[in-house]
């Protein structure tokens, strides 16, 4: 898996896998603490640093660091339907998001954050895995918008409880904002903004308030709105406005460019 990248100085390994477009450097460090990456035939550590000399392989496959061009940053939306999982592969064999996506000649897609198997919605990937770390890293701040629908309709103490925030099995977690979106019967509709992207977070709100959400779409992440002319199943990129909106917003600290 040759990947052209020209690297004057040691840096560390997951930084370097990360722009090679292989993950995200979250990602990267899972494969170091589990024993998939050697480097000079020895078990890489995560304060492992590399150069283009250094001989890298993941899982046996030979990542080449030579040459001077980077993959090229891009950025794409799927909208993903229920039922498929966010993960390469699955032991189970259920359909994973990867299945419907471009294929890339070189590098690969990483995807910003998870949607369960059960919601849909707004999803972006990117072939920079370091991109991809800024835009999941709790630093950067960023919002993310779903639309929720419950079995039934929240009392105001109900709302209030998780604007005030719950404390949860992994710790305190809150709604910064929750609109009443109307609806019909058993079913009603609300808008509500998170700041992570813990796993199942926003079910798991509304579950703690004896609450049941039947059904999830995530429609904004940060600056990108979910188109409303886009149905589920497709995939399109983000302009490269979008994507600097995106870091604009991503909070102060390492701010990084858009590449062209």
């Known amino acids: 898996m040759p990947i052209k990248q020209k ?17 995200s450097r979250r990602e990267i460090e899972t ?45 794409l939306a799927y909208y993903k339907p229920e039922g498929e999982i966010v993960t390469r592969k699955d032991p189970e064999g259920r359909r994973t ?14 995807a910003v954050g998870r949607l369960d198997i059960n919601s849909s ?31 039934g309709e ?8 998780m604007l005030r925030g719950v404390q949860l099995e992994d710790g305190h977690a809150r709604f910064t904002s929750i609109v009443d979106a109307g609806g019909r019967g058993v079913n009603h509709w609300y808008h509500v903004v998170i700041m992570e992207g813990r796993n199942r977070e926003v079910r798991r709100l509304w579950e703690s308030q004896g609450l049941t959400v039947s059904r999830l779409i995530r429609i904004r992440f940060g600056t990108y709105q979910l188109p409303r002319n886009k149905r589920t199943g497709q995939h399109w990129e983000l302009t490269k406005q979008e994507i600097h909106d995106l870091l604009e917003n991503a909070g102060p600290s390492k701010k990084l460019k858009v590449k062209s």
């Open 121 to 151: 919605g707004l999803l972006l990937l990117t072939t920079d895995g370091i991109l991809a770390n800024r835009l999941m890293h709790p630093s950067s701040n960023l919002e993310r918008e779903y639309a929720v629908r419950i079995l």
């Open 97 to 110: 998001v990867y299945a419907e996506l471009p294929p890339l000649k070189r590098g690969k897609w990483t």
């Open 31 to 75: 494969w170091i603490e589990a024993g998939r990456i050697t480097v000079n035939g020895k078990i890489a550590s995560l304060g492992d640093r590399v150069t283009t000399g250094d001989r890298i392989k993941v899982d046996k496959t030979e990542i080449k660091l030579a040459g001077s061009l980077p993959v090229k940053q891009q950025v």
């Open 154 to 161: 929240a009392s105001p103490e109900q709302l209030n409880s």
């Open 7 to 23: 690297i004057s100085a040691p840096e560390r390994l997951q930084k370097i896998l990360a722009r090679a477009g292989l993950g």
